[in-house]
């Protein structure tokens, strides 16, 4: 198998309480898109169209980031002191519905706004024509997460019929003309069937991606709970065992942007309008960076006050999906003097 397996995350990594306050976020997440050609029993998607289902009550518009929206988003990006490190194009919707991505990858790529530019997708909408566009446009990386091993499971999984042969084939054309950008496939262990499904998917897919793993179920978009007793937060996304924190330390290095222009501290999906930190058409990014809304949020943090925010109280992802080095829960007290409210 030509893949290395291991977890999405870079392994050589600085310990975070070393290095914050940062004066420039790493990760961007920018949705693209909310309109998405699945709808996963996982995701809120699964209620979409629903009078009253959960994505309804979200009161979110299925669309298009419209351009000159993401134009501005870079050009406040290039205000920060640095650059940030990734931008990431994901969100609640498939990011390859948008006609315009390439696009938004090749302007990103040519003004310089981040030393890396990801995609998070289904895959299932990739052909060759496609693939060749995006690698052209300069994306560095493109994060493929599977619903199944066969088109059956596809289909109970997504709820949709999948050609798997097809998609397949567009994957390993994807991979033989990737050039200089990174391929990552994943798959959810809950949707493999025993041992067998396991070796199943490292030989379909291990000598067509760069890296390659089977994480963990866990919840992530608080809304669906723990789907049915299926999602198990007591180990994370890597399927290790997870330990209790206080302090999110997500909050201290990335921002979320949604197609409305609203910005999250985090890149968990389904987010309250309420807890957006702003908006970047009636304020700029590092304006909310340095705001007040976020230091309140990150001082009540430090301060083991997270639940003085509904949206936090009740979020796992927190301890499911990051790793020890950022722990910083002891290192709370000293952090707390690094984030005054001017």
């Not at 397996?5 to 990594?13: A, C, E, G, M, Q």
């Not at 979200?58 to 501005?72: A, C, N, P, R, V």
């Not at 609203?262 to 909310?288: E, W, Y």
Request: aromatic share 10%.
């Amino acid at each position: 198998m030509k893949a290395e397996i291991k977890p999405s995350y870079d392994l050589n990594r600085k310990r975070l309480a070393d290095i914050i306050p940062l004066s420039t976020p790493f990760t961007i997440f920018i949705e693209p898109t909310r309109h998405c050609n699945f709808k996963c029993f996982y995701c809120l998607h699964s209620t979409r169209g629903r009078e009253k289902g959960e994505f309804a009550k979200t009161g979110y518009q299925i669309k298009h980031m419209d351009f000159s929206m993401y134009e501005l988003i870079i050009g406040q990006l290039m205000s920060f002191p640095e650059h940030p490190k990734r931008i990431v194009f994901s969100g609640l919707g498939e990011p390859l519905m948008n006609p315009r991505l390439p696009e938004m990858i090749k302007r990103a790529g040519d003004s310089g706004a981040a030393q890396r530019l990801d995609i998070l997708t289904n895959a299932s909408l990739l052909t060759p024509e496609l693939s060749d566009a995006l690698i052209a446009a300069g994306v560095t990386r493109i994060q493929v997460s599977l619903q199944g091993l066969d088109a059956r499971k596809y289909k109970e999984v997504s709820g949709v019929t999948v050609d798997f042969d097809r998609m397949y084939e567009n994957l390993i054309y994807l991979y033989q003309h990737k050039g200089n950008c990174s391929i990552f496939i994943k798959i959810i262990d809950s949707l493999l069937e025993g041992e067998a499904d396991r070796e199943r998917f490292y030989n379909l897919f291990g000598d067509i991606c760069d890296q390659i793993f089977i994480e963990h179920l866990i919840t992530l978009q608080q809304q669906m709970g723990d789907l049915g007793g299926r999602a198990d937060d007591s180990r994370n996304i890597n399927n290790e065992e997870v330990f209790f924190r206080n302090v999110c330390p997500v909050i201290f290095y990335m921002l979320q942007i949604d197609v409305d222009g609203n910005v999250f501290p985090c890149p968990v999906g389904g987010l309250p309008k309420h807890f957006a930190l702003g908006n970047i058409q009636d304020q700029s990014l590092s304006r909310i960076w340095n705001g007040r809304r976020r230091t309140n949020l990150i001082r009540a943090h430090l301060m083991l006050n997270r639940k003085k925010f509904p949206v936090c109280a009740t979020c796992a992802t927190c301890a499911t999906v990051l790793d020890e080095t950022e722990f910083l829960d002891d290192a709370a007290g000293r952090l707390l003097k690094f984030f005054n409210i001017n």
